[in-house]
């Protein structure tokens, strides 16, 4: 049974940094690709924020471009998301995202297993 257990969110002032991890356990996490989400209050829809491909392939949510960074430890089996320069706008849940497809998009659906998230506030 795939797991995904995000932690590292908190509160911050804006321009603060936080650092999100997501620990992945029963997947072939090695093999395939992985990505954070995000859903603020009141959103129905999960925006995609960045995704990341086996061999290190990235994307990002042009939204989050120059701030924040996905990176993988495959030893460690664990998804991280630097988040540097952190704007009010994004305060949100932050989900950790799996799939067993090779892909770096940022579309909700093309992903299967789904951590329960972790809160980020920043204020003003």
């Known amino acids: 049974q795939v797991q995904l257990v995000e932690s590292g969110g908190g509160s911050v002032q804006a321009g603060g940094s936080l650092r999100l991890s997501c620990d992945a356990s029963?997947?072939?996490?090695?093999?395939?690709?992985m990505a954070w989400f995000r859903q603020a209050p009141g959103n129905l829809e999960r925006e995609g924020v960045a995704?990341?491909?086996?061999?290190?392939?990235?994307n990002y949510a042009d939204s989050v471009k120059g701030r924040f960074t996905i990176s993988r430890d495959n030893a460690k089996n664990t998804l991280y998301l630097q988040m540097n320069s952190l704007k009010p706008e994004d305060t949100a849940m932050y989900y950790c995202?799996?799939?067993?497809?090779?892909?770096?998009?940022?579309?909700?659906?093309?992903?299967?297993?789904w951590g329960q998230g972790t809160q980020v506030t920043v204020s003003s």
């Open positions: 995202a799996a799939t067993r497809s090779i892909t770096t998009t940022l579309l909700a659906r093309w992903y299967s297993f």
């Open positions: 029963g997947y072939d996490y090695n093999r395939r690709s």
């Open positions: 995704a990341i491909e086996r061999d290190g392939v990235t």
